[in-house]
C-alpha cells in the first residue's frame, strides 16, 4: 500500500520491546545507538535563580515508602543539580480542606492549611510539579483534590494582572501498575494550562508495572529505576521545565497586552470588536 508516494507496509511484531509491561513500535535503525553525543550535551546550563515545587499526592501519610515520590526524586536531583531551588511535600501531610474557593474556612471548614501551608510555595515557584499514583487508570483523589485548590486560586492575579498562574510552567509524573499514564497526565497537564500554567514539549513522565498484581517502582526486582525510558523521559521533562522557565523569568514572563483581566474589567478591548460590521 503507498500513501502520498510513501510506501507502508505492516509492521513486524518482532520490532516490538517492551518497556514497564508495555509495548512500543522500534524504527528499523535506532539513531540514537549510533550517534555521538553533540557538543550541547556537554554544556549543561545553570539554573540558580529559578524556583520550583513538586507535590506528591499519593494516598500514604510520611513517612510510609511512596513509589511516586522514588520517581519524583530522580526529577528533583537533576533540577538541584542545576541549582534550582526545589521544594517537595506530600498533600497528604498537610491538613488541607476540600473545596474551589482559596480558604475553605470561610466556606464551612474548621481548618484549612492551603493559604498558610502549601500556597506561599505554589506562589512563589517558577515550576510546578505534579506528581501522583495510578489508581484504576486514573488519578488519584488527592491529586484531584490539588487541582481543585489551584483553581480556586485562579480568579487572582499576578503584578502585571493578568490570572495569578501567568509565567509559570507545568509538569507530571505518575507511577502505578498496568495502565493510566497518558490518560493521568492528560488530565493533570490540561487544568494545569487552563488556569494559566504554560506547559513545555515533554512534560510528563511515568513508569508503568506489568499487567496485574507485581512489584511497584521502588521494589526490589521491579525494573523501575533503572527502566531507559522512563528516565529518559524524566530527564527530558525536567530540563524542559527548566529551560521553559528559564526562558519566560528572563522575558518577564507573558506579554500581558491581550490577556489582562484587570485591564478587561477596566474597559479595555485589546482590538477585539463587537459589531465590525458597523463602522
Not at 223 to 246: I, V, Y
Request: charge should be negative.
Amino acid at each position: 500500500m503507498s500513501i502520498s508516494g510513501w510506501a507502508c507496509k505492516p509492521y513486524d511484531r518482532s520490532q516490538l520491546s517492551s518497556v514497564g509491561g508495555a509495548y512500543h513500535l522500534g524504527m528499523a535503525t535506532d539513531i540514537s545507538a549510533n550517534s555521538a553525543p553533540s557538543d550541547a550535551a556537554s554544556a549543561a546550563p545553570s539554573y540558580g535563580g529559578l524556583k520550583a515545587v513538586y507535590i506528591n499526592c499519593t494516598l500514604k501519610k510520611s513517612p510510609e515508602v511512596s513509589h511516586t515520590q522514588g520517581l519524583m526524586d530522580t526529577s528533583i536531583r537533576l533540577m538541584r543539580g542545576a541549582g534550582v531551588h526545589v521544594d517537595s511535600l506530600r498533600l497528604i501531610d498537610h491538613d488541607i480542606a476540600l473545596g474551589v474557593y482559596p480558604d475553605m474556612r470561610e466556606h464551612g471548614w474548621a481548618t484549612d492549611a492551603w493559604l498558610d501551608e502549601v500556597w506561599p510555595l505554589i506562589e512563589a515557584a517558577d515550576i510546578l510539579v505534579i506528581g501522583g499514583p495510578i489508581w484504576l487508570g486514573d488519578n488519584s483523589s488527592v491529586t484531584r483534590m490539588l487541582i481543585e485548590r489551584l483553581y480556586a486560586m485562579s480568579g487572582e492575579f499576578n503584578e502585571k494582572g493578568q490570572y495569578v498562574y501567568y509565567g509559570k510552567v507545568g509538569g507530571a509524573i505518575f507511577t502505578g501498575n498496568e495502565d493510566g499514564v497518558k490518560h493521568s497526565a492528560m488530565s493533570v497537564l490540561y487544568s494545569m494550562q487552563h488556569v494559566g500554567f504554560v506547559i513545555p514539549p515533554a512534560a510528563d513522565a511515568g513508569w508503568l508495572g506489568a499487567i496485574g498484581p507485581g512489584p511497584s517502582y521502588l521494589d526490589e526486582g521491579s525494573g523501575g529505576p533503572e527502566n531507559d525510558f522512563t528516565n529518559r523521559n524524566t530527564t527530558f521533562m525536567s530540563w524542559n521545565l527548566m529551560h521553559l522557565a528559564s526562558i519566560l523569568k528572563n522575558a518577564g514572563g507573558i506579554p500581558a497586552y491581550g490577556n489582562s483581566r484587570k485591564d478587561w474589567n477596566a474597559g479595555e478591548r485589546f482590538g477585539f470588536d463587537a459589531n465590525p460590521e458597523y463602522r
